[in-house]
């Protein structure tokens, strides 16, 4: 069974420091997929980033970065120079690969709400 | 482009009573995912839709909650009858294929159950 841990119910921090949410997932698939979304006030879920098991390369984009590691199973995301902007909770996801088909089906973490304080 | 819609945004009923939530996919996506997270619990997966067809129905509470996707296109949840743990936000999201399997989620509709 595929499980998705972020320990980190809440957040807060004050605006410019950086911050790292943590994300360890469990899966027996060789295959699969890590996403990062972001769940500002307004209620939608936003998509922020697709890993897939086979490319460990971190990556970053603008003042995000995230950081993937499969010998520790785990999918961190950092925000430098955090804003108010970027206050939201934060959903890291899994999924597996299905067996036939296009069953994606995404399992979701319990979510880190991130407050960033001016 | 538009993305995934959904209606209504808020819905507040009474234990015993019907409501049914539609989901707009994004036009072209042959994929379609219904979730929920009830109140300070992970947001869980409840179904998935290829076009018309019911592919994993999997994550479904009860018989209570009935999906349909008629044609491929919209899809409704209906709620029958509603109880006090259904509520919750009830998220649709879409994708366009097997290759492609980013979801792209609507605001999601908020169900609360007195």
């Known amino acids: 069974a595929q499980k998705v841990t972020q320990a980190q119910t809440e957040i807060s921090v004050v605006e410019k420091e950086d911050v790292t949410l943590d994300c360890v997932y469990e899966?027996?698939?060789?295959?699969?997929?890590l996403f990062w979304y972001k769940q500002p006030p307004s209620g939608e879920l936003v998509f922020l980033i697709r890993r897939n098991s086979f490319d460990e390369q971190n990556e970053i984009s603008g003042r995000y970065s995230w950081n993937f590691q499969k010998s520790t199973s785990s999918f961190n995301f950092t925000i430098t120079a955090s804003q108010v902007v970027d206050s939201a909770v934060y959903f890291c996801a899994l999924s597996e690969a299905p067996s036939g088909g296009s069953n994606y089906k995404l399992t979701f973490g319990k979510g880190t709400l991130l407050t960033v304080n001016p | 482009e538009a993305g995934v819609t959904q209606f209504p945004s808020h819905s507040v009923i009474e234990k015993g009573q019907t409501v049914t939530l539609r989901c707009d996919p994004i036009?072209?996506?042959?994929?379609l995912y219904w979730y929920r997270r009830v109140m300070g619990k992970e947001i869980k997966f409840l179904l998935h839709f290829v076009k018309e067809s019911k592919q994993d129905e999997s994550g479904m509470p009860n018989n209570r909650f009935l999906a349909e996707r008629t044609g491929g296109t919209y899809s409704t949840l209906k709620v029958q009858p509603a109880e006090l743990e259904d509520s919750g936000v009830y998220f649709c999201a879409s994708s366009p294929g097997v290759w492609n399997n980013e979801q792209f989620f609507g605001p999601g509709t908020r169900l609360t159950v007195l």
């Open positions: 036009s072209g996506h042959d994929n």
């Open positions: 899966t027996r698939d060789t295959t699969y997929y």
